[in-house]
């Protein structure tokens, strides 16, 4: 799915977005989409997490009050939402957005509890990617799969209003990390602010594009955390620990390039259940919060985040909770953060 028309994702100079949780009201939505156009981010991403409420309407909403900023779900899972339903609300969130959506697609998480067999996912990924392409770019010959296969003649009732979108893979892994280098605009690093992890990606994702005859490097990478900016970096850094505490299970033992201390993550796991997230925060050292989160004052949070891109990054996602407050996260990311990031990458 390469775009057609629109913003372009994962291509030079580096970019900056930012990544909300759908867990806000509509109004909220529309306000700090305006903000963050007001003050030149280039991409809006709405989390897909499970139990949530779904990303596509947050994205409409702000969709309505924005004219330049690419927009896009990260990310929708084949598991939970079949592709036939993905590529309808991605074609309608495009023709909503005049051509300025992505797809974000990835294996998903916290889905064996709902008796969900997540095996062969890199297989399923990339078979819900090739149909939601069918169905966009109108291709009525049908796609094969063992997973997921579309018949002869299907076809979306509504014309998209471009024949493809710019497509995104989060993963962690090689084999997905492959795939992502052999179709996609760029991959995700979900959860990680670790600029030793962008190398690993690469060589990754460049095996799987020299694999399938694409031209090094194919695709770009983005890194996305748990943000909190305030002029009180302490505050920050324990707002941060406290989002970090929540997660830090799931993508603790992800990162290979990081050692995570002996017993950390069931020490946090027990706290949590034990005593909530303020007393599992404390035990995270900073060393494992800064590899897993940007927190800090202005100056902090774009200096590590200039760090990430110079690793060859080639997009920084600013995740919720942004701040202490919403309002005031977007302010110290527009206003202090983002003109540093450009200022030292020569964008601009």
């Not at 590529?87 to 998903?108: E, K, N, P, V």
């Not at 078979?127 to 796609?143: I, N, P, Q």
């Not at 602010?193 to 090094?216: E, F, H, K, Y």
């Not at 004052?297 to 774009?302: K, Q």
Request: glycine fraction near 12%; proline fraction near 8%; charge should be neutral.
């Amino acid at each position: 799915m390469s775009p057609a028309t629109g913003p372009a994702l994962g291509s030079a100079p580096a970019r900056v977005g930012l990544g909300f949780q759908s867990d806000k009201h509509p109004s909220d939505y529309e306000r700090l989409a305006a903000g963050a156009e007001h003050y030149g981010f280039d991409v809006l991403s709405v989390f897909g997490d499970l139990y949530f409420q779904p990303p596509v309407p947050a994205l409409l909403a702000m969709a309505r009050v924005t004219s330049t900023i690419a927009l896009g779900p990260a990310c929708l899972n084949p598991y939970t939402l079949h592709p036939v339903e993905i590529a309808g609300q991605i074609a309608a969130l495009d023709t909503a957005s005049a051509g300025r959506a992505y797809l974000g697609l990835c294996r998903g998480s916290w889905l064996g509890p709902l008796g969900i067999d997540q095996r062969h996912s890199p297989q399923t990924v990339a078979e819900a990617a090739a149909v939601v392409a069918a169905l966009l770019s109108g291709d009525r010959g049908g796609v094969p799969g063992v997973r997921f296969a579309l018949p002869p003649g299907a076809a979306l009732r509504q014309p998209p209003f471009r024949a493809s979108v710019p497509l995104l893979i989060g993963t962690w892994g090689p084999r997905l990390g492959g795939i992502a280098g052999a179709i996609a605009d760029e991959v995700k690093l979900g959860g990680s602010a670790n600029p030793a992890m962008v190398p690993l990606m690469r060589q990754w994702a460049d095996a799987g594009a020299a694999a399938a005859g694409r031209r090094a490097p194919a695709v770009g990478i983005v890194v996305g955390a748990v943000t909190v900016v305030d002029e009180d970096g302490r505050r920050a850094r324990a707002r941060a620990r406290r989002e970090v505490a929540m997660y830090l299970d799931v993508v603790g033992s992800l990162d290979p390039t990081v050692k995570i201390p002996a017993g950390l993550v069931e020490n946090v796991g027990r706290a949590l259940r034990g005593g909530g997230p303020e007393t599992a925060a404390t035990l995270i050292p900073d060393e494992i919060l800064d590899r897993f989160a940007f927190a800090g004052t202005p100056d902090a949070v774009a200096d590590h985040a200039v760090e990430v891109l110079a690793a060859g990054a080639g997009r920084i996602e600013f995740g919720t909770p942004h701040g202490l407050s919403d309002d005031r996260g977007l302010e110290l990311l527009g206003a202090r953060v983002l003109p540093v990031i450009r200022e030292a990458m020569g964008d601009r």
